[in-house]
C-alpha cells in the first residue's frame, strides 16, 4: 500500500477474509470452492492456505446474492491483509500515509474509512484488528485499566513507557479526565516494527512529540539513559523473565533499593521506572500479585517502603488486564525528592473482588471500580492518610509491614471487615429466605412432554429426521441479525437492550442485555449479536445457542489454536409467534438460574458469616 495505494486488482484474499466478507464461516468457503466450478481459482498462497483475486471473489459473491455492499473497514483490512510483504509493513505504510492524509489524501478504501472515522480512527481499526487476531503474541492493556493508570499518575508533560508494545498506555496519557496533553511522549519497545507502530498511532492521535526507540529499554543502558527526568512512568513490563540481565547488570546505578533476584525481573523494572523519573514523578506499574509477597523480593520491598518510594499497591478484580485469570496489582511509585518527609505511610486497597459482576462474568464493574481506586488515592495522595474501610482501603504505616515478609498483598494486610453481628445475620437470613422462596416459586410446577409433531431441540426430529435450521452466518448475511466481535477499533461494539452477548470461547454463556446492562462496550473476548425484533427474538436467539448441541458443535469445531467460529451456531427456523414461545420459557429458565445464583451468594455470606461470629465471639453457638 505503498503512499496509502495499492492496486485493487493485485489485492488478494484468503479463505478467512472472503468469509468475513460474506458473514459466514470458514467452512463455506471451502463446500462454495468444491460446489461451483466457477469460483475463483487461487492466485497464490499454498495449497494448504490459498489466496484469491479480491476483486474476482467480490465479482463472484455479488453475483450469488451473497455479497451487497463491503464496508470500508472490511476494503482496507482486506489491503492490509494482502500486503506483498505482510501485514505488518502494510500497517506501517498505511500509517505514514493517513499522517499525511490532511495535505495529501488517501485514495481507495483507506481513504473511504478516513473519512468516515478520522485518520487515527482508521488506524486503530485496523491495528486492533491485527492485534485482537493474535492476543498472546502482544502485551495489551485493555483501554479501560490504560485509562485509570493515567488518571492515578496525573497531568505530566514528559511521558514514558519503557515496554510500550502497541502503544496503548500511552495513548491513554493524552488527555483524558481534563488532563494537559503532554509535550512529549517516549516509548521502548524490543520489536522494531511494533515500535514504528506505536509511534504512528500516537503520532495520530494527538500533538505531543513523539519518540518510540527500539531495542530493551531494561538491557540496553548506554542508549536508554537518554530518557531521564520524565513527569510520570505508565508501564505493563513483562512478567516472569529469567533472563532479564541480571549477571551483566550486576553493578548498574539503577538497582538503589537493591540488585533484584533471577526470579525478580518485575522489581528490576519498578527501579528502572524510578530511575527515569524526575524528583518528585509518580509512576504506575500493572504487576504480578506475586510480586507483594514473594521472600526473594521482600528486601527490595522493604527499601522501597522505608525511602518513601512505594506509596500505593492497589488489588485490580481478575479479567482487569492480561493475565486475565490473574488479580493484577497497581504498585504506585513516587521518586524521593530529597526533602524531609513525614512518617511513611503506604495505601492499600483490594478491589479484587468487591468489583467484580455479580452474573459471574470475569468483566470488572468499571465505574464501581475507577470510583474506588480514585477516591482512595486522591485522598491519601492529598492528605497522607484515609479514612480507611474495613477490608476495601487503609493507610497502614510502613513501621507495621517491615516484618520478616513485607507482604504488601492487600487482601492479607488490611484490618478485617467490620465483625458481623446477630442483627446483621438476621438480615441476611431474610434476604435468604426471602430469595430461596422466590427462586422455588420460578421453578416450573410440571414438564410435559413435546407434542408428537414437534421436532427436539437438539435440531433433529424423531426418527433423525432433520429440522429446518440456519446459521448464525447465514442470518447476519440475510439482515435478521447483526453480528459484530467486540473490541473492534473505530466502532465498538456497544450493548444495547435486547442484544445478545456470546462468549468468544463458546456458545454456552449467551445472554440477552437488560435495560440495566446496556451501555456496556465489549472487549475483543465477546461477540455481539443483534437481533431485527421483526425477525428473530433475543430470548429464542440466546437459549438455542446455549443449547448442549450447539455447545458441543462449538467444541468441535474449535482446536488447540482456534476460537469457535459463532457463525456456524445453528438454530431452527420457527416462526416469530413460535419463537417468542420458546423465548418465554427460556427467560423463565435464565431468571431461575440468576435467582439461583443470588440464593447461593446470600447462602454463603450466611454461613461464612455466622461462623465466624461464632469464632470471635459476637454470637453464641445457640
Given at each position: 500500500m505503498g503512499g496509502g495505494r495499492m492496486p485493487d486488482d493485485?489485492?488478494?484474499?484468503?479463505?478467512?477474509?472472503?468469509?468475513?466478507?460474506?458473514?459466514?464461516?470458514?467452512?463455506?468457503?471451502?463446500?462454495?470452492?468444491?460446489?461451483?466450478?466457477?469460483?475463483?481459482?487461487?492466485?497464490g498462497g499454498t495449497d494448504t492456505g490459498p489466496t484469491f483475486s479480491l476483486a474476482e471473489v467480490e465479482d463472484w459473491l455479488r453475483s450469488q446474492g451473497k455479497l451487497t455492499r463491503v464496508p470500508p473497514r472490511e476494503k482496507a483490512w482486506q489491503r492490509i491483509e494482502s500486503g506483498p510483504d505482510g501485514v505488518r509493513a502494510a500497517l506501517v505504510r498505511a500509517g505514514e500515509a493517513l499522517l499525511r492524509h490532511a495535505e495529501d489524501p488517501v485514495p481507495g478504501p483507506l481513504g473511504e474509512l478516513a473519512g468516515e472515522v478520522g485518520p487515527f480512527g482508521a488506524y486503530s481499526f485496523l491495528l486492533g484488528r491485527h492485534l485482537a487476531a493474535r492476543p498472546r503474541r502482544f502485551r495489551t492493556v485493555p483501554p479501560e485499566t490504560a485509562a485509570l493508570m493515567a488518571a492515578v499518575a496525573g497531568p505530566a508533560a514528559r511521558v514514558l513507557d519503557p515496554a510500550c508494545g502497541p502503544g496503548g498506555l500511552l495513548t491513554a496519557a493524552e488527555g483524558p479526565d481534563g488532563r494537559p496533553w503532554p509535550r512529549e511522549i517516549h516509548g521502548w519497545e524490543t520489536d522494531p516494527t511494533l515500535a514504528r507502530l506505536a509511534a504512528l498511532g500516537l503520532a495520530l492521535r494527538g500533538n505531543a512529540a513523539v519518540h518510540v526507540r527500539a531495542g530493551n529499554a531494561l538491557r540496553d543502558v548506554d542508549t536508554a539513559r537518554d530518557v531521564l527526568d520524565v513527569d510520570v512512568v505508565l508501564c505493563h513490563p513483562p512478567f516472569n523473565e529469567r533472563d532479564w540481565g541480571r549477571d551483566e547488570l550486576a553493578y548498574d546505578p539503577r538497582w538503589e533499593y537493591g540488585l533484584p533476584a533471577r526470579t525478580e525481573s518485575e522489581l528490576a523494572w519498578v527501579q528502572h521506572a524510578l530511575s527515569r523519573l524526575r524528583p518528585g514523578g509518580t509512576a504506575v506499574l500493572l504487576m504480578p500479585p506475586a510480586a507483594a509477597s514473594r521472600r526473594t523480593g521482600?528486601?527490595?520491598?522493604?527499601a522501597l517502603l522505608r525511602r518513601g518510594a512505594l506509596r500505593a499497591v492497589i488489588a485490580l478484580p481478575a479479567g482487569a488486564a492480561p493475565p486475565h485469570h490473574l488479580p493484577l496489582h497497581l504498585w504506585v511509585l513516587r521518586k524521593p525528592d530529597g526533602g524531609p518527609a513525614p512518617e511513611p505511610r503506604l495505601l492499600v486497597v483490594d478491589a479484587s473482588t468487591r468489583h467484580r459482576a455479580a452474573d459471574g462474568r470475569r468483566r470488572p464493574l468499571w465505574d464501581e471500580l475507577r470510583r474506588t481506586v480514585l477516591d482512595a488515592w486522591r485522598t491519601f495522595d492529598r492528605d497522607g492518610t484515609v479514612p480507611g474501610e474495613p477490608g476495601v482501603s487503609a493507610a497502614l504505616a510502613v513501621i507495621d509491614l517491615l516484618d520478616e515478609d513485607v507482604d504488601l498483598a492487600p487482601a492479607r494486610c488490611l484490618p478485617p471487615a467490620d465483625r458481623v453481628g446477630a442483627e446483621a445475620l438476621t438480615r441476611v437470613r431474610a434476604d435468604l429466605d426471602r430469595t430461596l422462596r422466590h427462586t422455588l416459586h420460578l421453578v416450573p410446577t410440571s414438564v410435559t412432554s413435546a407434542p408428537s409433531g414437534e421436532p427436539p431441540a437438539d435440531g433433529t426430529g424423531r426418527g433423525g429426521t432433520r429440522r429446518a435450521g440456519t446459521t448464525v452466518g447465514e442470518l447476519a448475511r440475510d439482515g435478521a441479525l447483526r453480528l459484530r466481535p467486540g473490541g473492534n477499533g473505530t466502532e465498538p461494539a456497544v450493548t444495547r437492550p435486547g442484544d445478545v452477548v456470546i462468549p468468544v470461547l463458546g456458545p454456552g454463556g449467551a445472554r440477552v442485555v437488560g435495560p440495566d446492562d446496556a451501555g456496556e462496550t465489549l472487549?475483543?473476548?465477546?461477540?455481539?449479536?443483534?437481533?431485527?425484533?421483526?425477525?428473530?427474538?433475543?430470548?429464542?436467539?440466546?437459549?438455542?445457542?446455549?443449547?448442549?448441541?450447539?455447545?458441543?458443535?462449538?467444541?468441535?469445531?474449535?482446536?488447540?489454536?482456534?476460537?469457535?467460529?459463532?457463525?456456524?451456531?445453528?438454530?431452527?427456523r420457527l416462526p416469530l409467534d413460535e419463537q417468542r414461545r420458546y423465548g418465554r420459557r427460556f427467560r423463565e429458565l435464565a431468571a431461575f438460574e440468576t435467582a439461583l445464583r443470588r440464593a447461593a451468594e446470600l447462602g454463603e455470606e450466611w454461613v461464612r458469616g455466622t461462623r465466624d461470629a461464632i469464632v470471635d465471639g459476637t454470637v453464641g453457638p445457640d
Amino acid at each position: 500500500m505503498g503512499g496509502g495505494r495499492m492496486p485493487d486488482d493485485t489485492t488478494e484474499v484468503t479463505a478467512t477474509g472472503i468469509a468475513r466478507l460474506a458473514g459466514v464461516g470458514r467452512a463455506a468457503v471451502g463446500n462454495w470452492r468444491r460446489r461451483h466450478p466457477d469460483f475463483p481459482r487461487p492466485v497464490g498462497g499454498t495449497d494448504t492456505g490459498p489466496t484469491f483475486s479480491l476483486a474476482e471473489v467480490e465479482d463472484w459473491l455479488r453475483s450469488q446474492g451473497k455479497l451487497t455492499r463491503v464496508p470500508p473497514r472490511e476494503k482496507a483490512w482486506q489491503r492490509i491483509e494482502s500486503g506483498p510483504d505482510g501485514v505488518r509493513a502494510a500497517l506501517v505504510r498505511a500509517g505514514e500515509a493517513l499522517l499525511r492524509h490532511a495535505e495529501d489524501p488517501v485514495p481507495g478504501p483507506l481513504g473511504e474509512l478516513a473519512g468516515e472515522v478520522g485518520p487515527f480512527g482508521a488506524y486503530s481499526f485496523l491495528l486492533g484488528r491485527h492485534l485482537a487476531a493474535r492476543p498472546r503474541r502482544f502485551r495489551t492493556v485493555p483501554p479501560e485499566t490504560a485509562a485509570l493508570m493515567a488518571a492515578v499518575a496525573g497531568p505530566a508533560a514528559r511521558v514514558l513507557d519503557p515496554a510500550c508494545g502497541p502503544g496503548g498506555l500511552l495513548t491513554a496519557a493524552e488527555g483524558p479526565d481534563g488532563r494537559p496533553w503532554p509535550r512529549e511522549i517516549h516509548g521502548w519497545e524490543t520489536d522494531p516494527t511494533l515500535a514504528r507502530l506505536a509511534a504512528l498511532g500516537l503520532a495520530l492521535r494527538g500533538n505531543a512529540a513523539v519518540h518510540v526507540r527500539a531495542g530493551n529499554a531494561l538491557r540496553d543502558v548506554d542508549t536508554a539513559r537518554d530518557v531521564l527526568d520524565v513527569d510520570v512512568v505508565l508501564c505493563h513490563p513483562p512478567f516472569n523473565e529469567r533472563d532479564w540481565g541480571r549477571d551483566e547488570l550486576a553493578y548498574d546505578p539503577r538497582w538503589e533499593y537493591g540488585l533484584p533476584a533471577r526470579t525478580e525481573s518485575e522489581l528490576a523494572w519498578v527501579q528502572h521506572a524510578l530511575s527515569r523519573l524526575r524528583p518528585g514523578g509518580t509512576a504506575v506499574l500493572l504487576m504480578p500479585p506475586a510480586a507483594a509477597s514473594r521472600r526473594t523480593g521482600r528486601r527490595i520491598r522493604a527499601a522501597l517502603l522505608r525511602r518513601g518510594a512505594l506509596r500505593a499497591v492497589i488489588a485490580l478484580p481478575a479479567g482487569a488486564a492480561p493475565p486475565h485469570h490473574l488479580p493484577l496489582h497497581l504498585w504506585v511509585l513516587r521518586k524521593p525528592d530529597g526533602g524531609p518527609a513525614p512518617e511513611p505511610r503506604l495505601l492499600v486497597v483490594d478491589a479484587s473482588t468487591r468489583h467484580r459482576a455479580a452474573d459471574g462474568r470475569r468483566r470488572p464493574l468499571w465505574d464501581e471500580l475507577r470510583r474506588t481506586v480514585l477516591d482512595a488515592w486522591r485522598t491519601f495522595d492529598r492528605d497522607g492518610t484515609v479514612p480507611g474501610e474495613p477490608g476495601v482501603s487503609a493507610a497502614l504505616a510502613v513501621i507495621d509491614l517491615l516484618d520478616e515478609d513485607v507482604d504488601l498483598a492487600p487482601a492479607r494486610c488490611l484490618p478485617p471487615a467490620d465483625r458481623v453481628g446477630a442483627e446483621a445475620l438476621t438480615r441476611v437470613r431474610a434476604d435468604l429466605d426471602r430469595t430461596l422462596r422466590h427462586t422455588l416459586h420460578l421453578v416450573p410446577t410440571s414438564v410435559t412432554s413435546a407434542p408428537s409433531g414437534e421436532p427436539p431441540a437438539d435440531g433433529t426430529g424423531r426418527g433423525g429426521t432433520r429440522r429446518a435450521g440456519t446459521t448464525v452466518g447465514e442470518l447476519a448475511r440475510d439482515g435478521a441479525l447483526r453480528l459484530r466481535p467486540g473490541g473492534n477499533g473505530t466502532e465498538p461494539a456497544v450493548t444495547r437492550p435486547g442484544d445478545v452477548v456470546i462468549p468468544v470461547l463458546g456458545p454456552g454463556g449467551a445472554r440477552v442485555v437488560g435495560p440495566d446492562d446496556a451501555g456496556e462496550t465489549l472487549d475483543h473476548r465477546h461477540w455481539l449479536l443483534r437481533p431485527d425484533p421483526q425477525v428473530l427474538d433475543p430470548w429464542f436467539v440466546a437459549g438455542f445457542l446455549r443449547g448442549t448441541a450447539n455447545t458441543r458443535r462449538a467444541a468441535g469445531h474449535a482446536s488447540t489454536a482456534a476460537r469457535p467460529d459463532v457463525r456456524r451456531l445453528r438454530l431452527p427456523r420457527l416462526p416469530l409467534d413460535e419463537q417468542r414461545r420458546y423465548g418465554r420459557r427460556f427467560r423463565e429458565l435464565a431468571a431461575f438460574e440468576t435467582a439461583l445464583r443470588r440464593a447461593a451468594e446470600l447462602g454463603e455470606e450466611w454461613v461464612r458469616g455466622t461462623r465466624d461470629a461464632i469464632v470471635d465471639g459476637t454470637v453464641g453457638p445457640d
